[in-house]
């Protein structure tokens, strides 16, 4: 667990790299601008990540699955990052199976096939509607 309330936020460079990538290269972001979007990108991953903890704890699991994450998105009205995490989902799963690495789920389960699980996580969250 966390020590101090500073252990809780994302690495400085991680958040710098997001900021890098996402605005235009003639746009430069102040320390403050940066430091408060490092602490509000800690507080919503937190944020989710305590929903989506609920959601396991509700299913007697510790693990926490791609499938508790989207619920708790779409309970916390974040509906709309569902689909672009989907995306990156797939996207370094793949990835890891390029490098040699085989194909492993977030809770460490092999699969068949990446495809079926991005149906499958769909398919869940439209019979929760």
């Known amino acids: 667990m966390a020590e101090k309330l500073d252990d809780l936020n994302l690495p400085n460079a991680s958040v710098q790299k997001i900021i890098k990538e996402v605005l235009p290269d003639s746009v430069n972001i102040g320390k403050d601008a940066r430091s408060a979007l490092s602490r509000a990108a800690s507080v919503f991953v937190l944020y989710v990540t ?8 509700k299913g007697n699991r510790k693990t926490l699955t791609p499938k508790d994450v989207m619920t708790a998105l779409t309970e916390l ?33 092999d699969t068949d096939d990446i495809d079926d ?7 869940d969250l439209k019979d929760d509607e």
């Open 50 to 57: 305590s929903q989506a903890s609920n959601e396991a704890q």
């Open 77 to 109: 009205e974040f509906e709309n990052f569902i689909e672009p995490l989907e995306e990156a989902l797939i996207e370094y799963k793949n990835s890891r199976s390029k490098k040699g690495k085989g194909k492993k789920s977030i809770e460490g389960n």
């Open 117 to 123: 699980q991005h149906e499958t996580a769909e398919d």
